[in-house]
């Protein structure tokens, strides 16, 4: 598959080992993240030991430095526990040589709007991967699934987060997933589980994915997804997307979607162009203009917009940073301009998900 992310990324996850953290991961975890990130701007290489009072700045590396042992403990019970359930139901099948890719992943989103409007918000999404199992499994937590957001939001990634424990608790989902390779350029996904509330709200997804090589210049991806929520019906999208290097640095995609939500009886359709730049190992941006649609009470436009987001990795492999500054011409305001800009700290546990 031809990958859109042109910087490095890595990560990975457990299930039962952060069942306490996901209810709380707003009191410290922001701070945890920010400090760690200052860790790296100044370098561990600066601590030197002395048993003399340290001044204000060591202090402060000092902590980041705590802080950073802390995260990779945890990465530590995280991979542990993904080992432990596979060892569990591989018995006597357990290939030690096998790399356990799992991770958790924490997103805080930060919107600000033209008007004042400001909202925090997190997600959280982990997958525990089972190497030594006779299939692709995987077990797998979402906080906030995005399955009947709007594709623009999607694409645009602006789709809502938890801003308490009751939304969490209100929205968190945990199930199976099966990862199956079809042949040459084919591959589906099986995914079941359900909303962590009462009542069970159970569900299921499956997708289908295809890329090629067209020519020496375009690639293709076509992908096809169907999700049901017992508490919301059924819904279909499908998406192709064109990919062309244009040079070592810059990549162009162009992107068609549909999606049809059975609850709504109602078709959204989405249309950009975007440009992938890699301005180092680290940077990446990526400038974007895009337009969506509906097609009831009678097929209109949903709105236009234009955006940039710039995504650095802040420290080692775990700890990211990202800025989208947007202009958008919504239908609900008149199409008048309505500009924001979000901002996203993600910190990952565990091992790499590669991209």
């Given at each position: 598959?031809?990958?859109?992310i ?6 990975g ?18 701070l945890?993240?920010?400090l ?20 204000e ?5 000092t902590?980041?430095?705590?802080l950073e042992l802390?995260?990779?403990?945890f ?9 432990g ?5 591989a018995?006597?099948?357990?290939d030690?040589s096998?790399?356990?890719?799992s991770?958790l ?21 982990a ?16 906080s ?8 623009s ?23 199976i ?24 709200d ?47 640095a ?7 979607a549909?999606?049809?939500?059975d ?13 992938h730049q890699?301005?180092?190992v680290?940077?990446?941006f ?16 949903g ?23 947007e202009?958008?011409f919504d ?6 301009l ?6 996203e700290?993600?910190i ?8």
């Open positions: 598959m031809y990958r859109v042109l910087s490095t990324q890595r990560s996850a457990g299930i039962n080992t952060f069942s306490r953290s996901l209810m709380n991961y707003h009191n410290g975890a922001l945890c993240c920010l760690s990130g200052g860790s790296y701007a100044a370098g561990p290489d600066s601590l030197v030991e002395t048993t003399e009072v340290l001044p700045s060591s202090w402060f590396l902590t980041g430095e705590w802390k995260r990779d403990e990465s530590e019970t995280v991979n542990e526990s993904a080992k359930v596979d060892a569990y139901l018995r006597d099948l357990v030690e096998l790399i356990n890719d991770y992943r924490v997103r805080f989103k930060w919107r600000v709007e033209k008007s004042g409007y400001r909202k925090l918000e997190a997600n959280v999404r997958k525990m991967q089972l190497p030594n199992a006779k299939r692709r499994w995987k077990i797998t937590f979402d906030n699934p995005d399955d009947f957001d709007s594709i939001d999607r694409r645009r990634d602006q789709t809502s987060g938890s801003s308490s424990a009751q939304d969490l608790q209100d929205t968190a989902v945990a199930g997933s099966l990862d199956k390779y079809l042949g040459k350029n084919w591959d589906r996904n099986y995914n079941v589980g359900m909303k962590i509330r009462v009542p069970l159970p569900y299921a997804r499956a997708s289908w994915t295809h890329t090629a090589e067209i020519n020496e210049q375009w690639r293709s991806r076509f992908k096809e997804t169907i999700s049901y929520f017992d508490s919301e019906g059924w819904k279909t999208e499908t998406s192709l997307d064109f990919y062309r290097p244009i040079s070592d810059l990549l162009l995609q162009s992107s068609s549909a999606q049809y939500i609850q709504d009886n109602n078709w959204e359709f989405f249309q950009s162009l975007s440009l890699r301005i180092s680290d940077t990446q990526e400038h974007q203009v895009g337009v969506s649609g509906f097609s009831r009470p009678s097929l209109k436009t709105g236009y917009w234009i955006r940039s987001e710039l995504r650095h990795r802040l420290y080692k492999d775990w700890l990211y940073g990202k800025v989208s500054p202009l958008a239908r609900e305001s008149n199409f008048d309505s500009p924001s800009i979000f901002f700290l993600e990952f546990f565990g091992k790499a998900p590669k991209s």
